[in-house]
């Protein structure tokens, strides 16, 4: 799959005499995050269109988010940072991710302007699969009835996307976060289409866990995360193996944590992981993220969630595979 940052970027592979765009593209436009079983029925719309022209798949993200840009700290938290993003939509077998900066220039844009720079001059958009109360340009002219309209001008065509629902109730991010700040796993999982998990690499930490006994794998997170506080996890390795393990998800409030993270504690493991991709599986909630008054008694806390982990895996079954 083909990553394209950046309408400059666009426009030059645009240009080019081979380029993959030029017989169009069918495309679809929106966050994705979480990529659920909303997106997922969208994506196959737009796959089944672009099988039948014969053109390439497009799904067109922004970042920042529009809602972080206009929000700040105040947006929604995420439910995947932008890798993770890219990497399921590959795994979704789409073609080309276009990427577009949400920046003030780019927030100045018309309706018409962004028809015309983006989707026709940059994509050369041949169907388009949008909300029909998808809003766009700075003047939020742009919209469903805009681009039928161009599009039966300009020789594109337009198509709504399918609503997707579960237990009578449209499938979003916006319940999916809702679900996951209350640890409800279980039903965000029947909404996202797999359990709720978070990829990312391995840095260097305090090392606070070594010192107290209990070593964790850091994955620092870019944004706050849709749920807080201590999980029964399942970790991937990348060797594909799977380990059991218990995991804080927050910012550490007893050592004066500042920036979102997420640790965690491989029962049985003594490798060392610095550097590699973990794909953490949130199984089990076990208690909200609390400050201590001292180590001591987060270490003791520590040790009653390790308890508790390791006796919800014997219950429920382990996820781990032997090295």
Same mark, same amino acid.
């Given at each position: 799959?083909?990553?394209?940052?950046?309408?400059?970027?666009?426009?030059?592979?645009?240009?080019?005499?081979?380029?993959?765009?030029?017989?169009?593209?069918?495309?679809?436009?929106?966050?994705?995050?979480?990529?659920?079983?909303?997106?997922?029925?969208?994506?196959?719309?737009?796959?089944?269109?672009?099988?039948?022209?014969?053109?390439?798949?497009?799904?067109?993200?922004?970042?920042?988010?529009?809602?972080?840009?206009?929000?700040?700290?105040?947006?929604?938290?995420?439910?995947?940072?932008?890798?993770?993003?890219?990497?399921?939509?590959?795994?979704?077998?789409?073609?080309?991710?276009?990427?577009?900066?949400?920046?003030?220039?780019?927030? /100045?844009?018309?309706?018409? !302007?962004?028809? =015309?720079?983006? @989707?026709?001059?940059?994509?050369?958009? $041949?169907?388009? *699969? #949008?909300?029909?109360?998808f809003r766009f340009g700075c003047d939020r002219a742009g919209d469903f009835a805009l681009l039928e309209q161009v599009g039966a001008a300009r020789g594109f065509t337009v198509e709504n996307t399918l609503t997707?629902?579960?237990?009578?109730?449209?499938?979003?991010?916006?319940?999916?976060?809702?679900?996951? /700040?209350?640890?409800?796993? !279980?039903?965000? =999982?029947?909404? @996202?289409?797999?359990?709720?998990?978070? $990829?990312?690499? *391995? #840095?260097?930490?305090?090392?606070?866990?070594?010192?107290?006994?209990?070593?964790?794998?850091?994955?620092?997170?870019?944004?706050?995360?849709?749920?807080?506080?201590?999980?029964?996890?399942?970790?991937?390795?990348?060797?594909?193996?799977?380990?059991d393990g218990v995991a804080n998800i927050g910012v550490r409030p007893t050592v004066d944590g500042k920036q979102p993270s997420l640790e965690v504690h491989l029962f049985d493991f003594a490798g060392t992981l610095?550097?590699?991709?973990?794909?953490?599986?949130?199984?089990?909630?076990?208690?909200?993220?609390?400050?201590?008054?001292?180590?001591?008694?987060?270490?003791?806390?520590?040790?009653?969630?390790?308890?508790?982990?390791?006796?919800?895996?014997?219950?429920?079954?382990?996820?781990?595979?032997?090295?």
């Amino acid at each position: 799959m083909r990553l394209i940052r950046g309408l400059t970027n666009l426009k030059t592979l645009s240009r080019q005499e081979a380029s993959p765009l030029a017989d169009g593209c069918v495309a679809t436009i929106g966050n994705f995050d979480g990529v659920h079983l909303g997106h997922k029925t969208i994506l196959d719309q737009v796959k089944e269109k672009a099988r039948a022209l014969n053109v390439p798949s497009v799904v067109m993200v922004f970042e920042p988010q529009p809602r972080e840009f206009f929000q700040g700290k105040e947006a929604p938290p995420r439910l995947m940072a932008f890798r993770q993003k890219f990497e399921t939509l590959q795994a979704e077998g789409i073609d080309m991710v276009l990427c577009l900066r949400f920046n003030e220039r780019f927030r /100045s844009y018309s309706g018409m !302007g962004f028809i =015309e720079d983006v @989707l026709i001059n940059g994509l050369a958009v $041949r169907h388009l *699969v #949008v909300g029909d109360d998808f809003r766009f340009g700075c003047d939020r002219a742009g919209d469903f009835a805009l681009l039928e309209q161009v599009g039966a001008a300009r020789g594109f065509t337009v198509e709504n996307t399918l609503t997707v629902t579960v237990s009578n109730e449209r499938v979003s991010s916006t319940r999916i976060r809702d679900l996951l /700040s209350v640890n409800r796993l !279980g039903d965000a =999982e029947k909404l @996202l289409g797999h359990p709720y998990r978070i $990829r990312g690499r *391995v #840095v260097y930490g305090r090392q606070l866990g070594r010192e107290i006994g209990a070593p964790t794998a850091n994955l620092r997170l870019r944004q706050m995360p849709a749920l807080q506080g201590v999980f029964v996890v399942s970790a991937t390795l990348p060797d594909g193996t799977v380990h059991d393990g218990v995991a804080n998800i927050g910012v550490r409030p007893t050592v004066d944590g500042k920036q979102p993270s997420l640790e965690v504690h491989l029962f049985d493991f003594a490798g060392t992981l610095y550097g590699q991709a973990l794909d953490v599986v949130f199984r089990h909630g076990v208690r909200e993220e609390i400050k201590f008054s001292s180590v001591d008694e987060l270490k003791a806390q520590i040790a009653r969630d390790f308890n508790s982990a390791r006796a919800w895996i014997t219950e429920n079954g382990s996820a781990a595979a032997s090295l």
